[in-house]
């Protein structure tokens, strides 16, 4: 359990110590503006068309990051591991 632990800790110390590639994060950040445009809408007076614009945002907000946060990792391990 020990050697296991030890191992895990060096994995983390040797990737972070590689240099990082730049994932794609503009879909996530469109997604959010999508939210703001909607709060925006709510605000304004447009309850409807604003309720209908943030939750589409929302969700488009949770499925990208989702991919995101899969890629990062993905390429995280792939640095650390090689492969």
Do not use: C, Q, W
């Amino acid at each position: 359990m020990k050697l296991l632990a030890f191992i895990l800790a060096a994995a983390v110390v040797t990737g972070s110590a590689l240099p990082a590639r730049a994932a794609d994060d503009t879909k996530v950040k469109a997604a959010t503006d999508r939210v703001e445009a909607g709060a925006r809408k709510i605000g304004d007076g447009k309850l409807g068309p604003g309720f209908e614009e943030t939750f589409k945002g929302v969700g488009n907000t949770i499925v990208e990051g989702a991919k995101y946060s899969g890629h990062a990792i993905t390429d995280f391990f792939s640095r650390v591991f090689g492969s």
